[in-house]
């Protein structure tokens, strides 16, 4: 069986440990190097993580010549502004990197400065990022070198979107989204304040466009949707740790019902193995998705105002990041995109 040496470049965070678990179950990954930043010295994992003691792996500072000389592909589980530090050398090396940071996601550079703040410094590279939506962007991401592994607002939102935008199905200026998070989504200082501070509690944040995921969702979109896209987009963290919904209202341009919708999305989506469109009546709860892979679609029409409401749930880490990097790994290395991952 084909083995390829894997690298995380930052265990230290929720996306660094949730694709160490993936991988390490993945029959065709090794685990080449953990790394982190902020590891002075060689360390063992199970101080880090116990639960993950019985690996028997180490992590260690990063050094790119290390993983270089160890590794195929290379995940980049960093904060935002990292990534672009060490992505020219690994793809000078020639290896396969997959950045789940946003260092990549937006195609023009003075969108990424403005809403990120500082420089790109490695603004060459943004013409050979793939966006890693695979049910959009599959044969782009077979051929490609690198990945900008997406948001997990914007794979929330895409997914609900992409069926009824290819199909023209409402006034692209009515688009508004209501999303929830789980407190993951933040990242682990987030979630120890969260708890120190506010738990339970349940708030809007980054209301009136102040979201960071804004101009990757309205890139996306626009492009889906072939003229500027604009959207409404207010995000909640809810008292949970993980798992993500989304609800959006979209003006159709035409009467509808229920089941002519959930029959169009189903089509589109006929062959995804991770995206479920549930049946009419059907609404997606975060439950049903925390552990898996899986983007569940629920559809409703409401009739009165003729106005399409679409519920899309995914847990955060996974399809919202660690499992969608997983299946873009997949798709880049000539895998079965489903090897290593869950779909419920």
């Given at each position: ?309 679409v519920i899309s749930a995914i847990d955060n880490l996974v399809k919202g990041a660690s499992g969608q990097a997983v299946q873009n790994m997949n798709i880049m290395c000539g895998f079965d995109e489903k090897e290593g991952l869950s779909n419920?």
């Amino acid at each position: 069986m084909k083995k390829i040496n894997v690298a995380i470049v930052g265990i230290t965070g929720y996306t660094g440990e949730e694709l160490l678990k993936l991988l390490s179950r993945h029959p065709h990954a090794q685990i080449a190097m953990l790394a982190s930043r902020s590891a002075g010295a060689v360390k063992p994992l199970g101080e880090l993580y116990p639960h993950l003691n019985h690996l028997n792996l180490t992590y260690e500072p990063f050094n790119a010549e290390a993983v270089n000389a160890k590794a195929d592909v290379v995940f980049l589980a960093l904060p935002h502004k990292v990534s672009f530090e060490f992505v020219p050398e690994l793809m000078k090396a020639g290896k396969k990197v997959i950045d789940l940071s946003a260092d990549f996601r937006l195609e023009n550079v003075a969108t990424y400065e403005k809403w990120y703040g500082g420089k790109h410094t490695a603004d060459l590279y943004l013409k050979d990022a793939v966006y890693g939506l695979p049910e959009v962007y599959r044969a782009e991401i077979k051929k490609t070198q690198l990945v900008a592994n997406p948001g997990c607002y914007p794979t929330t939102i895409i997914l609900g979107c992409a069926p009824a935008l290819k199909a023209g199905l409402f006034d692209k200026s009515s688009l508004i989204v209501d999303a929830k998070s789980g407190i993951s989504g933040a990242g682990r200082k987030t979630v120890t304040e969260y708890y120190q501070k506010e738990h339970p509690n349940f708030r809007p944040y980054n209301i009136a466009g102040g979201h960071r995921h804004i101009p990757e969702i309205e890139q996306e979109l626009s492009k889906l949707a072939k003229q500027e896209m604009i959207v409404t987009f207010t995000p909640h963290i809810m008292p949970v740790e993980r798992g993500m919904l989304s609800t959006i209202y979209m003006n159709l341009l035409r009467p509808m019902k229920t089941a002519e919708v959930v029959e169009l999305y189903r089509e589109f989506y006929r062959n995804e193995p991770f995206v479920q469109v549930l049946p009419e009546g059907t609404i997606p709860q975060i439950k049903d998705v925390v552990g898996t892979n899986l983007c569940c679609i629920g559809l409703k029409v409401d009739e009165r105002t003729n106005r399409l409401v679409v519920i899309s749930a995914i847990d955060n880490l996974v399809k919202g990041a660690s499992g969608q990097a997983v299946q873009n790994m997949n798709i880049m290395c000539g895998f079965d995109e489903k090897e290593g991952l869950s779909n419920g």
